[in-house]
Each structure stands twice: as C-alpha cells, then as structure tokens.
C-alpha cells in the first residue's frame, strides 16, 4: 500500500530529494568514510515525519521492537546485513544469547523476537532466548499469532560470562531498553552485550542524540550545499521537572518559546503556513508514553491533573525528570486518509526496510505512536537502495531512498553518541 503526501511536493524539499537523488555517490562514499570512523549500532529503527516542506528524524530506537511489521520479501536483506554485523562482533559465530523485553503478555512484541531469530539464523548463528524474569524457571513456550512460538529460558551466570542449559554464548544481543535498570546479572562480563548497555534509557537521553544529529545533520548539508534545518529538528532541553510538584514550569515555558521562535524564522523564511509547534516528552523512554503537543508557551503551564500524571511517568512506571523540548515535524502522508509516519529499521549500517505507523484516532501534529496504531509494511517495488533519479523525486523507490538516507544519518549520529557515551565511561 503506498502513501499518499497530502502536500504538494515542490520548494525546499523537492529540491532536497533531486540533491539525494543527483549526489548519491557522493553520499554513499560519505557514508563509507563515516562508518570506518564509528562503531554501527547492529540494529536500530527511526521514526521520520515528511511536511512536504522538511523530512526529519524524530526518534531513534536502539532496541527495535517491530522486526515482524516489516515485509517478509525483504527478509534475504536483513539476513546479508545481519552477516555483516555478525562476522564483526563474533567471527566464529559460537552462538547468540538474545535477552528480550519482559512483555511475556504481548504476544506482538514476542513476534518480533521470533523476527529477529528468524533472521540471525538464516545468517547462520544459533541463537536461543534467556528471560530476565525471575518466573523463568525452566524453558517456558509461548504460542505466537501466526502459528510459531518462542521458548524463552533462565539465564545463569558463571563468574563473568552468561549461560544457558548446554549453551555458552559468545555474544549477549539485548532487544530489552533497560529502561527499569542494568540488572546486576548483565554486569561487568567478559562476553561482549549489543547494543551496549549505555545504549540503555538507564544513561541514554534522547537531547544527546539529537545533539549528535545536529553535527552530523550539518556535515551532510555541507556535502549537499543545502540549509541543514531542511533534516533538522530544532530542540531544547529541561532538567529538574517535575510535574507533580509543578517545578520547573519557567524553565519549559522559556524553551518552548525559545524553540517556537526558531520554528517561525525558518517558516517564514520558506513561506511556510501552517502553525508550529513543539512536541514535549520525557528525554528518555520509548512506547510514547509522557509526550503532549505544545503550540503556546502558556499551554506548559497550569497543566492539569490528567496532563500532569500523563507527562510524569514512562515505561516501568520510572518517574520523568529531564525532558526534551522538539521542533514538531508535520506528518502530511496519510493512508485511507489516516495520519502515517515512516519508521525506516536498519541491521548493521544496511537499509533493511521499514513501515508506516498509521493512527486513525490523531492528527497531522499529533504523536502517533499511541494506543490505536497500527502498521503497514512500506511497499517497496525495489530496494530502497537502488534509486532511480530518471522517475523523478516522488517515486516511490525514490522517496524511500531519501528515508533511508535521512534515517542513516539518525544512525551515524546514534553511533557516535554511543562512542562518546563509552569514552566517558573507560575514563
């Protein structure tokens, strides 16, 4: 099913795509100079919104969750991308431990696990899954909607290494955000854990990322000759919230304003009018939970009890304190007139497909990644990776080529938060 871009595609963005399309070369070989330079996450997907006048990252997960929304037709690419990433981290391929989220209940969640072992071994590296949950006694089978299963199994430590029964891994892949904690069992081990455990919400903010985006979003505007707001949300940052207590409502409202101000020089500047606005959430976290719209200053203040409690908690009931103040991006794709975003998901430094979120229930400004969503394989007809610039910049393959460019960048920029986050922690 393909979307349908309810504004026209012309301006700054059309001639946006056409220097994607004409300067692929270019951007490929930069590409290729940037990933000797910086260790690639093995895996991370990112939540893009196209206004028609911007295309911009808003999210960047290290820990995707939707392995089983993408096209199974796809699945011959992740397998070579996952071989990729493999023979880095574990050349002799003994074995993999994966250790999920611990969302036993969600049955969906749980298919993309399978997704994800369904695709390492077709690499061909055998992988079994150890739970964190103390129940997980013993190897414990769980059905799956379409017909498969899972086995999840107790973890054991042995002085540094983790082992399951008659298993002895040599690498800890983590599809679990860590966002209740590192547990002590995934401490100081000599088998190496992917992602990182910094890549975890326990250190990781999103206001880091998205400083490391904007460097790398300035980099690649240069390599363009473009205005690098064009990929580049604005933000700003608060520390010390908290919204029960109502502190820290100055610091929200002044950067609210600073950010919307920002937004409006750049609207007027590309004739721009629609009305901005900024998305507030929690600087770390994921399932969208703790995010709200903002088009005042004022509307930050005097929130009332029901905003307060939604802004004030995340995942695993974890307290919000620091919080991300972001440029909101329009999202201006719709499928059967519903709202859509794309969500590009990579294995290694590889485009390995994506999908549209779609919401019937909100708006063009509005998070989508709520209740009520549902998702839609992108409908590549062929490899995102092979453009063709003679069918112009709003052909499908086309587009999805400028997704997967601007979702590269959210990549690069996520692996250098992560060399930088591990320096600080050797230091």
């Not at 070989?29 to 260790?39: G, K, L």
């Not at 904690?181 to 975890?200: D, M, R, S």
């Not at 998070?367 to 009520?372: E, H, R, S």
Request: glycine share 6%; net charge negative.
């Amino acid at each position: 099913m393909v979307p349908h871009l309810t504004t026209a595609l012309t301006g700054p963005l059309l001639d946006l795509e056409k220097r994607i399309l004409n300067q692929q070369t270019e951007i490929e070989h930069w590409f290729r100079s940037q990933w000797q330079e910086h260790r690639v996450p093995i895996y991370a997907s990112v939540d893009l919104r196209n206004s028609g006048f911007k295309l911009a990252p808003v999210d960047t997960n290290l820990f995707p969750g939707g392995f089983n929304n993408l096209n199974p037709d796809f699945l011959p690419l992740c397998v070579m991308a996952a071989q990729s990433a493999i023979e880095k981290i574990c050349p002799d391929a003994r074995g993999v431990l994966l250790i999920p989220e611990n969302h036993t209940r969600n049955v969906f969640y749980l298919q993309n696990v399978a997704s994800i072992i369904k695709m390492l071994r077709s690499a061909g590296v055998t992988v079994r899954v150890g739970s964190l949950l103390p129940d997980i006694t013993q190897p414990t089978t769980i059905d799956l909607p379409d017909g498969g299963s899972l086995t999840l199994e107790p973890i054991v430590r042995k002085d540094n290494r983790l082992h399951l029964a008659n298993f002895n891994p040599c690498v800890i892949l983590l599809n679990n955000d860590l966002s209740a904690g590192v547990p002590e069992i995934l401490k100081n081990l000599e088998q190496e854990v992917i992602p990182p455990l910094v890549a975890g919400w326990t250190t990781r903010r999103k206001s880091k990322h998205f400083a490391a985006y904007d460097h790398v979003a300035k980099d690649f505007a240069d390599l363009l000759e473009i205005d690098p707001w064009l990929v580049n949300p604005y933000f700003g940052k608060c520390n010390k919230i908290n919204f029960q207590q109502r502190e820290g409502e100055d610091c929200l409202a002044t950067e609210v304003d600073r950010v919307l101000q920002q937004i409006r020089v750049k609207y007027d500047e590309y004739g721009v009018k629609e009305t901005p606005f900024v998305i507030v959430k929690a600087d770390a976290g994921t399932y969208g939970m703790g995010i709200m719209t903002v088009k005042d200053a004022s509307e930050v203040r005097d929130l009332n009890r029901k905003q307060r409690n939604k802004m004030s908690v995340v995942k695993e009931g974890l307290g919000v304190s620091d919080v991300l103040l972001q440029e909101g991006v329009y999202t201006f794709e719709s499928i059967n007139d519903a709202v859509a975003e794309p969500v590009i998901y990579m294995v290694d430094h590889f485009v390995v497909g994506g999908f549209y979120r779609v919401h019937t229930g909100r708006g063009v400004d509005e998070n989508l990644n709520a209740p009520g969503m549902h998702f839609v394989p992108l409908a590549f007809e062929t490899t995102c990776t092979l453009p063709n610039p003679e069918y112009g910049p709003d052909a499908i393959p086309n587009r999805f080529y400028s997704y997967g460019v601007i979702a590269r960048l959210a990549l690069l920029a996520a692996s250098i938060e992560l060399d930088e986050m591990q320096n600080m922690v050797l230091a």
